[in-house]
């Protein structure tokens, strides 16, 4: 259940890459492929295969519809966009630097990466093209649910542009992160290019087109489509593959994923489990009527978002540092800066308030168990991590806007509750507070808008009004909803709950709607005692901001109260890194999600007994300690539009032992 983490195609490969020749025209005795228009792939000399595209063409009732015209094209119109006035001081090792766009690149979840040097040939148009280098990755389809499985009408078909607004994503988010480093950069996908792509996933030793000449990918077995970021960035470039290589090894190295590399056996493991139930066993986790955190509804006093401490600290309630660092502190490594407009530019697609009358659209919407398995399954299929619903509880809302003081009113039923994992290996090599924090946060939080943006989207046009409530525009208070979707506990942390799977680790997204849905109960793991052992966020906040005592009462729940203002203020004004996640990093809960970590959540909920043991075996196995193998990002700060070497330094923390 690794990620893919392949800095080079070849090591897993049994066929080693050869100095293949670049793929050429085809001869005039040659058949020459031809890609199909319908499928907008823009190479000239291949076809991409679409094998496993379950549905065949997208229905009428899909979320097809929602796919393309707003978040597709929101996404190709950032392709392109200012270069910083200079140039940011990293290495000029070409070899360094690929494997830095790659490792980016993978954090962002392509699937497949490579490099390799633009030639006019590849060129598409008259318009001359000035880049050198190129950027090359694969993004795979995603599984569809089977006929007659919730969500079959809305899913089935629609892998192409669900694949490709994901290359849209990666591709606008790489290219601006190039240019944040003084470089020129044009990202480019299937509808929105000046490139052959099928020519540069070939020569970056990511693709090869078969007898039949269709591009294929070393083991992805589903399909997949191809984005590009091309520059005059230089990076060093790959060798395509050994002409006829096994692109499909079935030896037991890659299938048990020795290396570090996804095996082979997560499809075996994924079609062992209905779409609706996603990734993990979530059905094995024990459900409640009432959540675990004592709460006493009658006593919760709703606030003004104007209340929030971010708001505050914007509006100068914290000193002059303060407001000044809001806007950027999130925003300062360049990586971040790639995703910033994307954040921006979707919260005006967030949706309704106001009532809408079904259409009939999507099919007969009054089975609500029906209909909560396949906004379940739909989340899924776009790539959330864990997905819950509830009721959007009036005390769930903000009571006033930030802007003008107006009041908000509940005004759906539903609110679908969905986690975006930051990402276990980027986590493991970092303090949790230094410059690649705040990209973890934002790539999670950017992916969560884009898949409930389009899921909202669709239910609108079904007829049942929905809104998004992101990061950049909330209307709801993410934490209840949470908690009451069943998705997490109440930790000590305080204001982060912890999912039992992938720990704390995660970021939020919300969107409520009229469609009616069953909902989830919470769920019980045992962390209020496993939290009440255990102190290790505690001892390692940078700020002292969590509590080492026992629960209080606060504003109608009993909660570990942490000192809001100290964490807002340290992870708003810290020179250091951007932004902090470092008790997110430290929690015994956040672990890889492998087979003995798998055992480790058994033994933490069902054996009392063990808990103990296994908080002190978290430091004694230096759990929380920087692993610098997985440590590929540039320390950059942007400042005044450039990116330099942080003034500040750099946060390097291992751990506290003893602290406590």
């Known amino acids: 259940m690794r990620a893919r983490s392949w800095l080079k195609v070849t090591e897993p490969l049994g066929a080693r890459l050869s100095n293949a020749s670049p793929l050429e025209p085809p001869s005039a005795t040659t058949p020459r492929p031809v890609c199909p228009g319908a499928i907008g792939a823009r190479c000239r000399y291949a076809r991409l295969h679409r094998d496993s595209v ?50 980016a690149a993978y954090s962002l979840d392509a699937s497949i990466v490579g490099c390799c040097k633009i030639k006019p040939s590849d060129q598409i148009g008259t318009t001359p093209h000035e880049h050198t280098h190129a950027l090359v990755f694969l993004v795979e389809f995603g599984r569809e649910p089977q006929s007659g499985e919730p969500g079959d009408l809305w899913i089935r078909g629609t892998n192409v542009p669900r694949t490709d607004v994901r290359c849209a994503e990666l591709a606008a988010i790489l290219a601006g992160y ?41 083991f992805l077995v589903r399909g997949f489509r191809i984005g590009v970021v091309s520059t005059d960035y230089s990076i060093a470039p790959d060798a395509p593959l050994q002409p006829g290589a096994d692109l499909s090894p079935k030896d037991v190295d890659t299938y048990m994923g020795v290396g570090g ?4 056996w997560h499809y075996d493991e994924e079609s062992r489990r209905p779409m609706h139930m996603g990734g993990y066993p979530m059905e094995t986790i024990k459900r409640v009527d009432e959540p675990t955190t004592l709460i006493f509804r009658s006593e919760i006093k709703r606030i003004s978002k104007r209340g929030n401490f971010f708001k505050r600290a914007l509006a100068g309630d914290m000193g002059e540092k303060p407001k000044r660092e809001r806007l950027r502190f999130a925003f300062k490594h360049p990586l971040a800066l790639g995703m910033q407009p994307l954040i921006q530019h979707m919260v005006p697609l967030q949706g309704t308030r106001h009532k809408l009358l079904p259409s009939g659209f999507g099919g ?29 509880e009036p005390w769930m809302y903000y009571s006033h806007d930030d802007v003008d003081g107006e009041p908000i009113e509940a005004y759906h039923e539903y609110a679908v509750v969905m986690l975006m994992d930051q990402g276990y290996e980027t986590m493991e090599g970092s303090s949790g507070d230094d410059w690649v924090s705040a990209s973890q946060s934002m790539r999670a939080y950017l992916r969560g808008a884009e898949m409930a943006g389009i899921m909202a989207a669709h239910c609108r046009r079904m007829g049942f009004s929905s809104r998004v409530h992101s990061n950049a525009h909330s209307e709801v208070i993410h934490n209840p909803t949470i908690l009451m979707a069943g998705l997490a506990e109440v930790s000590r942390i305080g204001d982060t709950l912890l999912n039992p799977f992938i720990g704390p680790r995660s970021k939020s997204v919300v969107f409520t709607t009229d469609l009616p849905m069953e909902i989830d109960k919470p769920i019980d793991f045992g962390l209020q005692d496993f939290c009440n052992q255990c102190r290790k966020c505690a001892r390692e906040c940078p700020c002292n901001a969590i509590s080492f005592g026992p629960k209080v009462m606060f504003n109608g729940y009993e ?21 902090c996640g470092r008790c997110m990093k430290m929690c015994p809960w956040n672990r890889e999600d492998t087979v003995e970590a798998r055992r480790l959540v058994d033994l933490s909920i069902n054996v009392t007994g063990a808990r103990p043991t296994i908080i002190s075996m978290d430091d004694e ?29 750099t946060n390097e923390r291992d751990l506290n032992i003893g602290r406590d």
């Open 54 to 103: 379950a549905g065949g063409q997208p229905g009428i009732r899909s979320v097809n519809y929602r796919l393309g015209p707003a978040v597709l094209g929101l996404f190709a119109k950032l392709l392109e966009g200012p270069i910083a006035p200079a140039r940011a001081p990293i290495i000029t090792d070409p070899v360094k630097r690929a494997e830095n766009l790659k490792a």
């Open 178 to 218: 190039v240019r944040w480093l003084g470089y020129s950069a044009r990202g480019h996908f299937a509808d929105a290019t000046a490139l052959d792509l099928c020519r540069l996933a070939v020569r970056a030793g990511i693709g090869q087109i078969n007898a039949g000449g269709v591009l294929k990918a070393p």
């Open 261 to 264: 590399t996804q095996p082979g």
């Open 364 to 392: 007969d919407a009054s089975d609500t168990r029906r209909n909560s398995d396949s906004i379940k399954a739909l989340g899924y299929y776009l790539g959330a991590d864990f997905v819950g619903i509830c009721r959007a």
């Open 559 to 579: 909660i570990w109260k942490a000192d809001v203002e100290k964490c807002t203020r340290y992870r708003v004004t810290q020179t250091r890194g951007s932004a």
């Open 621 to 649: 196995l230096q759990n929380g300690k920087r692993n610098l193998m997985k440590r590929w990002w540039f320390d950059l700060e942007v400042i005044d539009g450039v990116a330099v070497t942080p003034p500040g330094g």
